[in-house]
């Protein structure tokens, strides 16, 4: 088992974001990063939205980061912590900006860099954008794939609807590639069977959405084939509560450091300063 720590304030909810996470700025963010790389935490992520219709703040809040940039920090604050997006959404960027901040991030940092792509829900922030949101997925496949010509090939090619590149050069790769790991690892979030079919032809995990059956569950399976039908029902799935540990006094819980305040939550890291955790 893998651990993630919640970073708080990275989202403001109402209903949802506590009082005390409005004290927590980018310097606290940072002293809490390092914090959680010093006890030995796995993963800290940060979402992303660019741009919340009016309409929308009530339910999605004002106070979003842009992914890539937050990571970047984030990396560079700590040494041996693994650094996610929760999530990066994919169509409304293009693919080489999106291909170069990544690996850009991954090679600084030694390889410490993962992505959670999704295609985006916000049909509104699409629209302010200039984004066709109808063909997002379309969009989204194409991207993912110039983003992993763009990171492993020497010359990299692509003709697409959305994309089209060639006779262009592209470093940094990603950090080390190898033929076992030939660019940083990427997750697709999403509970629906696109999001499966999308994973599958790329052997990437998957990360399943809040609409995961209670308690909430942190979805991740390593989908190497696309041969056969792939469903949600055959998705590997792993609770992020914590395993019951007896005490001395035998008590049934886990004990939770007062300033590390555990608690099992979706993909996106929002709510109070935590962990989730992965296998």
């Known amino acids: 088992m893998k651990l993630a720590f919640a970073m708080p304030h990275l989202i403001e909810l109402a209903g949802r974001t506590q009082p005390w996470e409005f004290t927590v700025d980018g310097p606290a963010m940072t002293r809490l990063a390092k914090l959680a790389d010093q006890w030995g935490y796995d993963m800290l992520s940060v979402p992303e939205h660019f741009l919340i219709p009016t309409a929308h703040v009530g339910l999605s809040g004002p106070h979003h980061f842009h992914a890539y940039a937050g990571m970047g920090h984030m990396a560079g604050a700590t040494e041996t912590i693994r650094v996610n997006s929760s999530i990066a959404i994919l169509p409304l960027q293009h693919p080489a900006v999106t291909a170069k901040a990544l690996s850009t991030i991954d090679w600084m940092s030694g390889g410490r860099i993962t992505v959670t792509f999704a295609v985006g829900w916000l049909k509104e922030e699409f629209d302010l954008l200039g984004v066709p949101f109808r063909e997002r997925g379309a969009m989204a496949d194409e991207y993912l794939a110039a983003i992993i010509e763009l990171w ?55 990360a399943g959405g809040r609409s995961s059956p209670s308690p909430r569950l942190f979805l991740r399976g390593s ?57």
């Open 152 to 206: 492993t090939s020497d010359a990299p090619v692509f003709e697409g609807k959305y994309v089209s590149f060639r006779d262009a050069a592209f470093e940094p790769k990603c950090h080390a590639p190898s033929p076992e790991r030939p660019h940083l690892p990427i997750w697709m979030h999403g509970d629906a069977d696109a999001a499966l079919r999308r994973a599958a032809p790329r052997a990437t995990p998957v």
């Open 223 to 279: 989908i190497s084939s696309a041969a056969s039908p792939i469903t949600t029902a055959s998705w590997p799935r792993c609770s992020t509560a914590f395993r019951p540990a007896k005490s001395a006094k035998g008590t049934s819980h886990r004990p939770i450091p007062p300033r590390v305040r555990a608690r099992a939550c979706s993909a996106s890291s929002t709510g109070l300063a935590g962990s989730r955790t992965w296998v």
